[in-house]
């Protein structure tokens, strides 16, 4: 029992604890102790995302007693999400239960925030074959008296017979297995060898299949590609936010936190690095067979004698890969910005946010993975991306080995929107590389009513000119609001995707001008004073009853600031580029990343984004950093290439630009006036257009 | 307090700790907590060597309070040994006091045992200076706006315009310390180079002296050359007992505990590794200045606040080096037999026991220090010796290193006697080696008055062949006892090089024949049956009133038995191989090990230990081990000859030999009769020599 007016409160898998008063409801302590628990709806009991299961019993390790009565009593919205079979086995709201006394509480997976971030699926990319790590499979003459020539000598006269590898290394942590590993084999077995110089892992008998991974490390989202090194294959793609997002958010931020706390490098670093290793296991763990509850012959969930349900193996069809372990995965490559690939490897990233921004290092890395922490296959070695400037990192190399611009005739212009903007223009001839300060408004986040592009997140949007009303579609819905009722659009938020939308739409019916202020002559009920913040103007886009949250969805006068100043950002960077390549026009735009992917390219034309283009030649090549990192594991070749590209993209800082300012304030205007849109066009009213 | 009957002991610097009972001494409860406390004289309080201080004070940490009035009273032979200034700073014999009470023992470094063993004194050698381990300083341009390239690729560019250096790596524990590092010695730095490859360490500004370390991995003994890499100079020579003793004497017990022992394996390394941190730390200890007791003007010592001793800084003359630490040494070199090698590098060293006896691996390794957890620079690599076979290791190869046989013409036979002899015969045209199991008697093991060569240990002896009267001299005394009061002697026991003078003099006197048998008819009053076992015949070498143990020292029929099995298995080792390469006479023998410097090459010659050879031809070549293991530290060339040497050394089983079991017994016998042996004719009488 705890302390009268507190209760101590655990929460697993992470194992996080602390101390907090009672009466306080469990996502409140789950704030303060640490952990993220999804609560989309603001703790208002209407999304349902916030369930946890309460531990019954004596935790003798954590000194608590558990029960279901230390939280307070069930509510009726609960009902709504939580099934009779949950709630019997202590299922509840984590923003509806109050905590009365000490708890153990189990967070599920597709409850812990962060989880479910937008899926970076791989997309089809041709890859010349050629890994860092090959295997071999050879027999081996057993030692006798005549010739007792040691284990790892007989392999190796094995290996130079049979395929010619001559005077390989070996790893010591794969010497130490090896000569029970070579008998239980019965002298055959199986080697993997990295970059044709060492020995990193053995496996008795013959071996086929072999498993690496890729990595791309962004500021907000990590995501890895599971794949089968001898077909090529993507086994899995899974994702999650990245741990160091509660450092701050974005690379300055995280740059700042270590310099102002001591420590704070390897906490970052260490955070990631566990994030990873859990990343790494969730993959494998996706290759094991599915566990269900299992059912009596009457259909009755059988529960064993602990009280909960007897879990039994339910291999889904159709995915039948051998069980795999974090041990089986004998190669890591990993992408990410000069940020974060400093702060993975405890680099000291002070220098990369200081005038000239220098990188520690650019060239890419072999590291141990075992030096990092990672948990694969302990003899391993990490591909770490090389680096191109401090604010152009491994990611945008990653971008430009999957590109491949410097093989291209064509003018091209990269775009990679992450929570900075990195740009690359040139072709064969020549390329530069720029980073802009986009922030992460474009992600739609800091925005009063952003969120990610998740169900219930407003995707595209209509406003009428003359009445300015709002017709709009969410995300998991396909009717528009005009057929639908209200109360089944369930709105929650403006996702990314949908907020170039917005911002257009807005421009274009005359709700806010080119300056980007909200226009003082409208007279729409929607345009409004912020009840809270009287001076804060703001235009509704969703009415609270067609929500699932229960108030109006707006974007405030500041929103619109920070499009603006994200946009502006973006636009700068090209336009300084292209007038030091002495260009006016490019051939292709490609935009990489998620809001490559989902925004609508006419309207980021129109708005100024970026510079004027045919719009067939403006074209979303995905998450082109992760292919990238994928194709360094499957083609060694590339990881030469990809030194290259860091090495001879020359990197231009725009902020020392002379009239960079100047520049910047003017592609703040929607659209951005200096230049010539044709498709702004039919699109824009004339007298909008033309209005000063 | 602890319980009726019990008292907790902790013992200090090692931690160590444990639960008594009252009123055993200290030296037992060393035995039984597994401190070694050094004990010569057998808990007689005689030799003094077992001094302790008494801590005084309550240790929350251990949960105890420690005072002087928990151990027994003083004692009047304490104070031959502990002056009154000791007595007062708590120092008792660990033999005298009895412990009444719980106890924080502070063990000094002299009473440790296993530390003052034979000190492994460095040789002068001639060595190329050609360091697998090279500096390089040079001078960086700081990076700009125009030239924001990353500090590591400026470093670079600086060592290659300087040096001509290219395409190194840079190993990530050494990375991360750079950025700082650079910056800090104004962006001039010195860099240490592994191999032309890799750099390991960056110091800021000028570095002109550097440090590694040579190893040489005795199963009994561990001894460390601490070089200057700038220099070739020999710092300082620190050596100790091998931890792993505790799990066996010899090779074959320590596979033994291994196969029988689960974690075993993983218990003797970690035990060596910390081992091998003391011995390093002790290295570097040696060049900090010394501490003495700070004195008042009246010489009074000064006493802090905690009533202990104020300690001052007293560099000690004429040995000025800097204040060095473990993280200094850069390069470190390690040899030692195939089993001390597997063991340390945890490969299973099961096979190397089991027929056909093949090592996991012949080949040199370069493994990370601090995957093998030794504390040096955590970038360096610990160069590991190549092995020749199961039982012809690294140490042998460092021993060829030394003395490479194979650029002679004449003919070597190379004996190494350690623990094991390892045997090599040959010249330019061919080599082989063999080892044979002699056992530990020859270094004065196993014997019941063996001893190490330490003060008190009989190292030469006469036996009067008429009266059968001895007289013997002990080291640390140069009066025989002929010359000497008998209670002058103190003598303890026999020692390595005494051995063979033992039983060349009682063949010689005819006390014992050449069978190995004590002589039926002689009347000595020396020879009878062992008190304590009456079926043991013994022959006593010092009476009871000569010695400081207060009991006769005297040698066994079991004792000659040993001796005689291992000078049978070296001579049949030896005639075995010359038999192979077809020779009846060698041109030179030399003998590596301790046992080499110290023992009468004339007796050991008479008494069969090795073939006959022309005296001036039989040299010492000492610790030829350890000398190896300095030689590649210096020279990166001749790794690659150790490499050669270990693979083209041909290993012969003499145990498989045909007639190997006759040989073996003929060659037991003393001297061995099948071969001429001219020099024993002036030493043994005729009437010996030719008895049946």
Request: glycine letters at 8%; charged letters at 30%; aromatic letters at 6%.
């Amino acid at each position: 029992m705890s302390r009268n007016g507190t209760a101590k409160v655990i929460f697993q898998p992470s194992g996080r604890r602390g101390e907090v008063e009672k009466g306080i409801n469990i996502i409140e302590a789950s704030r303060r102790i640490g952990v993220d628990i999804e609560t989309l709806c603001g703790e208002k009991k209407v999304c349902g995302k916030c369930k946890v299961r309460i531990e019954e019993g004596s935790f003798e390790k954590f000194g608590i007693v558990s029960s279901r009565d230390h939280v307070g009593p069930w509510q009726e919205e609960e009902g709504n999400f939580i099934t009779p079979d949950q709630k019997e086995a202590g299922y509840r709201l984590a923003c509806a239960a109050e905590i009365m006394d000490d708890l153990l509480v189990f967070v599920p997976e597709e409850s812990r925030a962060g989880k479910q971030v937008v899926s970076k699926a791989a997309r089809d990319i041709e890859i010349n074959r050629n890994p860092a790590v090959k295997i071999y499979t050879v027999t081996i003459i057993p030692p006798s008296f005549k010739d007792p020539l040691g284990d790892f000598e007989r392999m190796m006269q094995a290996l130079e017979k049979e395929y010619g590898l001559k005077g390989l290394n070996i790893d010591l942590f794969t010497l130490r297995d090896f000569p029970n590993i070579v008998r239980k084999g019965e002298w055959t077995v199986t080697a993997a060898v990295w970059m044709d110089k060492e020995i990193i892992k053995v496996w008795p008998g013959e071996v086929e299949d072999y498993y690496g991974i890729a990595i791309d490390v962004g500021t907000t989202t990590v995501a890895a590609y599971f794949c089968n090194m001898r077909t090529m294959e993507v086994i899995d793609t899974v994702s999650m936010m990245n741990p160091q997002c509660k450092y701050g958010e974005d690379v300055m931020a995280r740059i700042t936190y270590h310099m102002q706390n001591p420590g704070g490098l390897e906490r970052m670093s260490n955070d990631l690095i566990e994030g990873l290793n859990e990343l790494i296991k969730q993959a494998c763990d996706g290759t094991h067979p599915a566990k269900k509850k299992k059912k009596d012959e009457t259909g009755k969930v059988v529960k064993g004698e602990d009280g909960q349900p007897v879990m039994v193996e339910a291999p889904e069809e159709g995915k039948v890969y051998p069980r795999l372990e974090p041990s089986d995965i004998v190669d890591l490559t990993l992408g990410g910005n000069t940020a974060m690939h400093h702060i993975l490897l405890k680099l000291d990233p002070r220098y990369v946010g200081l005038a000239p921004f220098p990188p520690v290092i650019h060239r890419s890395l072999d590291i141990r993975a075992r030096d990092l922490g990672i948990n694969i296959n302990k003899s391993s070695n990490v591909f770490v991306m090389p680096n191109e400037a401090g604010f152009v990192g491994a990611d945008n190399v990653c971008v430009l080995v999957t590109e491949r611009p410097h093989t291209s005739d064509e003018l091209q212009l990269i775009i990679d929107i992450g929570t900075n903007g990195e740009l690359v223009l040139g072709n064969r001839d020549k390329l530069i590389s720029s980073s802009c300060a986009t922030g992460p408004a474009l992600e739609g986040a800091q925005l009063a009513f952003g969120m990610r592009a998740a169900p219930g997140a407003i995707e595209r949007i209509k406003i009428d000119p003359k009445t300015h009303d709002v017709d709009y579609k969410v995300i998991g819905r396909e009717a528009w609001l005009k057929y639908s009722k209200p109360e089944d659009m369930k709105t929650k938020g403006i996702c990314g995707s949908g907020i170039l939308d917005v911002l257009a739409e807005l421009y274009r019916s005359g709700v806010v001008t080119k300056s980007g202020r909200f226009s003082k002559t409208q007279k729409s009920n929607r345009f409004r004073n912020n009840p809270d913040n009287p001076r804060q103007k703001e235009f509704v886009i969703a009415w609270a009853n067609e929500t699932s949250i229960g108030k109006d969805v707006v974007i405030t006068q500041k929103d619109v600031r920070q499009i603006q100043l994200a946009k502006g950002a973006l636009y700068t960077g090209c336009k300084l580029m292209m007038r030091r390549m002495g260009i006016d026009k490019v051939d292709t735009i490609k935009i990489a990343g998620a809001f490559g992917t989902h925004v609508a390219k006419d309207k980021a034309l129109i708005m100024g984004l970026f510079p004027d283009c045919d719009l067939e030649n403006v074209m979303s090549v995905g998450n082109a950093a992760g292919d990238g990192a994928r194709i360094v594991l499957l083609d060694r070749n590339m990881r030469d290439e990809a030194n290259w590209i860091a090495r001879n993209v020359e990197y231009i800082e725009l902020t020392v630009e002379k009239d960079f300012e100047q520049q910047f304030m003017e592609s703040m205007q929607i659209p951005h006036m200096k230049d010539e849109f044709p498709h702004l066009k039919g699109y824009v009213p004339e007298e909008i257009l033309h209005q000063k």
